[in-house]
């Protein structure tokens, strides 16, 4: 009921390309699904967050697809760069001030 | 300049010692939360604050203590208790609604 599955577990991508990383949840209850970019060695830093009441979400070439009743969301990387090559978790929350529940991770690498 | 800062980047245990980690914040955020990243997996609560003077357990708290004396502070113990301690530990904060959680830099801790 609390886990966020995520895949795939790794992705590798031409530059230019779609980057399409997925992830599925089973707790209905859960309203707030955020995305987390992660470099070697540093802290996860937030990258675009959606709400169940939205089916897209778009922040510059980032964009979260939320399909609510298969219970799944995406993460597209549109123009992708050797820049955006990182670790994408997916996550998700039951309201506010609540523990997230993160997915295992996409380790992306963008090939120039 | 407003943050979250973790010390040490990198903290050594000798076998049975405690070790404290440090997570200090200036974003003047009610929420702290501590995580514990193994290599290739996502990232797994340990403990959290909601407010000063109360903390709640996470999903694995075995072998790991906090303590919440002032809204900037949030250290971490690692405990002899804990055999297997060697990971990246990340702390994070949350505020207005208590949502997004951002993260600090992490500690890498090694067993010698």
């Known amino acids: 009921q609390q886990q966020v599955k995520q895949s795939p577990q790794s992705l590798i991508v031409q530059k230019g390309g779609i980057s399409i990383i997925n992830c599925a949840y089973e707790?209905?209850?859960?309203?707030?699904f955020p995305w987390y970019q992660q470099f070697p060695g540093k802290g996860p830093a937030l990258l675009i967050a959606i709400r169940p009441d939205v089916s897209e979400k778009k922040e510059g070439r980032f964009t979260i697809s939320f399909n609510k009743s298969a219970k799944q969301f995406s993460l597209h990387i549109m123009d992708s760069q050797p820049g955006d090559s990182a670790t994408y978790f997916c996550a998700a929350s039951i309201g506010g001030y609540n523990k997230l529940i993160f997915g295992a991770g996409t380790r992306l690498a963008v090939h120039p | 300049d407003g943050g979250i800062t973790q010390s040490p980047k990198y903290l050594f245990r000798k076998e049975g010692q405690n070790v404290t980690l440090s997570c200090e914040q200036n974003?003047?955020?009610?929420?702290m939360y501590w995580y514990r990243q193994d290599p290739g997996q996502g990232l797994r609560l340990i403990y959290y604050?909601?407010?000063?003077?109360?903390?709640q357990k996470g999903d694995i708290a075995e072998g790991y203590s906090v303590s919440r004396e002032k809204k900037e502070s949030f250290p971490l113990t690692v405990t002899s208790a804990q055999k297997n301690p060697t990971a990246f530990y990340l702390c994070a904060s949350s505020g207005e609604f208590g949502e997004t959680q951002y993260f600090g830099p992490g500690t890498r801790l090694l067993v010698l």
């Open positions: 707790n209905t209850a859960f309203d707030y």
């Open positions: 974003l003047n955020h009610d929420a």
């Open positions: 604050s909601q407010i000063v003077n109360d903390f």
